[in-house]
């Protein structure tokens, strides 16, 4: 389908952003002469000072931002139009000149007492900027002089090679073979990859799956160089900047306490005998002799999709929605009705769903929507990630409106859940209900479960580099494959292809970032429920969590909610909703 065809009211309306280029172009320009910061520089040593620097600083961004948006979606709509990818690398450009501007803004206020720096978050004319200014006191052991921060600065691109390379190898010199599939000879890709290991083809996902990590054995040793590389990065930073570990650098940029990655993992240990449990019940439900780790992945319960088109779908999400009262339907119902969503699969256009809100502007929805159950759970999961930045950009000044990473998750799986239970709740198929059974125990498998394992391979990948060991293939996929029988149990088999799945994980390259799925997830379990059992004072709760932005730490925001992960109860929660799953699905059977 050519974008031409599509109905209006089924793409968003970009020209809330910018009526047409020529208004582009003209608020592109304007950005130049504003980035002029360097008049700031060595006078930030006074909230009337350092306020001035926060409002320029801030006019600029809200303005850039907005320009960045309008070409990020234009991009989007056929990324094969020239003229966006232009517009698109332009704004990026002038982003990062804008950054290396900026650069001293950090060090030079870090660098000012102790004593004067609660004073100016105690000020009210910094109000706006207090949780900002509070990071920068916490930081300044870490900080170091505007020289090295110069230095560090500068050296950042060099640093941060292993991720390009890794890239490279993934993405165009990964020799992936040649199969036959759909009665014709094609190349095997990511993609495909995971089509067919999801597909009820027992003999071709397991030729697929010795074919795909064949690929990754003949460069096991260089991914490893690479991998090693990127850790070192972080060992390299991690040890200049004065942190204990590399893990508790990444976790002070998110203002998380250690306590909370290893109460994660810990109670996600613990509950390991009900994976086993679950790999066994799917060794049953397949009826194989032996189940190995090609066979984790399909549906035991075949067509039972829901097959719906986009309205009905999103009619659909709204009944499960049902239980956050009115005011989140009647903005939700928003979304579809004023142009918030990209819905229709068009030459060009990216593939995928994503949600990106901006500070000033209604958030934007891109779907490739087809009539599969998935999708219907993307559209509650798009939905849920835009009106948290409605509600956070809404009630938050702009310095505190955008929410860190570690929450970014919960508001999307909460719908999620919600939805789920409703459908578990009001159908009497029960082969849709062993349908949604399973898909929610996949959700849990791959969110929680697998992610935590991903989050104790980079834990012990990093502390064996600390400890001055090298890191190379056999290492890490011995590591590797001790996690996965650690998960996965004895109900499965442990092929050797499976230990060099670390191989492929491109998050990797983004230490300690995995593991926020895993919180996340578990969070919005324990929300959801509590939303169910309480009512109307848990979706106040919840609300408020929803507009608290950056104002604070994410864990203290978490717990307004009904989530404190300052306690293994979340955890508790989580692994519970699998275990009833479990046993549903094994009485429906």
Not at 200 to 224: H, P, Q, W
Not at 237 to 247: A, E, M, Q, W
Not at 344 to 366: C, D
Not at 557 to 582: C, S, V, Y
């Amino acid at each position: 389908m050519e974008r031409n065809e599509v109905p209006a009211e089924r793409k968003w309306r970009v020209e809330d952003v910018f009526e047409n280029d020529e208004a582009w172009e003209k608020a592109f320009s304007a950005l130049d002469p504003m980035i002029d910061f360097a008049r700031f520089k060595g006078t930030l040593n006074s909230a009337e000072n350092i306020l001035a620097y926060f409002k320029a600083e801030e006019a600029f961004s809200i303005a850039a931002m907005r320009v960045y948006l309008y070409a990020f979606l234009k991009h989007d709509e056929d990324v094969r139009v020239t003229k966006y990818n232009s517009y698109l690398s332009k704004v990026i450009s002038l982003l990062t000149r804008a950054g290396a501007e900026t650069a001293f803004a950090t060090p030079e206020i870090t660098a000012l007492p102790d004593e004067t720096l609660t004073a100016l978050i105690a000020d009210k004319r910094l109000s706006e900027y207090d949780y900002a200014l509070s990071r920068i006191r916490a930081g300044k052991k870490y900080t170091l002089s505007e020289r090295e921060e110069v230095i560090l600065a500068q050296a950042s691109d060099a640093l941060g090679v292993s991720g390009d390379v890794f890239e490279m190898l993934d993405n165009a010199e990964l020799d992936l073979p040649e199969i036959e599939y759909g009665g014709k000879t094609v190349r095997l890709s990511h993609g495909l990859y995971s089509v067919i290991m999801s597909g009820n083809d027992r003999e071709k996902r397991k030729e697929t799956f010795a074919k795909y990590y064949g690929a990754y054995r003949k460069i096991l040793s260089t991914i490893a160089t690479a991998y090693f590389g990127n850790v070192k990065k972080d060992i390299f930073y991690k040890t200049v900047r004065g942190y204990d570990s590399c893990l508790d650098m990444a976790l002070f940029e998110e203002d998380v306490s250690s306590d909370v990655y290893k109460r994660l993992v810990s109670c996600v240990s613990a509950a390991t005998p009900l994976m086993h449990r679950y790999m066994a019940l799917r060794k049953k439900a397949l009826g194989y002799d032996e189940m190995h780790m090609y066979d984790i992945y399909p549906s035991l319960v075949d067509d039972a999709e829901l097959r719906l088109s986009f309205d009905e779908a999103y009619d659909l999400v709204l009944k499960g929605l049902a239980p956050l009262g009115k005011e989140y339907l009647t903005l939700f119902e928003k979304g579809r009705a004023e142009g918030w969503i990209d819905v229709e699969e068009t030459a060009g256009k990216r593939n995928g769903a994503y949600s990106i809100g901006i500070f000033g502007t209604h958030p934007f929805v891109l779907l490739n929507y087809q009539k599969t159950t998935h999708d219907v759970f993307t559209i509650a999961h798009e939905m849920g990630h835009s009106l948290h930045s409605y509600y956070s950009n809404g009630a938050q000044p702009y310095a505190k409106a955008d929410y860190k990473i570690f929450v970014a998750e919960v508001a999307s799986t909460v719908n999620e859940v919600l939805l789920l239970k409703y459908l578990l709740k009001t159908t009497e198929d029960v082969k849709l209900k062993r349908y949604l059974l399973n898909y929610f125990m996949d959700m849990i498998r791959t969110t929680l479960f697998r992610q935590t394992q991903f989050a104790e391979f980079e834990e012990e990948a990093h502390a064996m580099a600390e400890r001055g060991e090298p890191l190379n293939k056999d290492n890490l996929s011995e590591l590797y494959l001790a996690l996965n029988k650690k998960y996965y149990g004895d109900a499965v088999v442990h092929d050797e292809e499976i230990s060099f799945e670390w191989a492929r994980i491109p998050h990797f390259y983004r230490s300690f970032y995995v593991y926020k799925y895993a919180t996340g997830i578990t969070s919005a379990i324990c929300i959801a429920n509590r939303i169910l059992s309480e009512g109307e004072p848990a979706v106040e709760a919840y609300k408020r969590f929803l507009k608290g932005g950056c104002s604070t730490d994410p864990v203290s925001l978490l717990r307004i909610a009904g989530a404190d992960l300052t306690t293994e109860a979340p955890f508790d929660a989580a692994m519970k909703e699998f275990e009833n799953a479990l046993g549903e699905f094994e009485s429906l059977s």
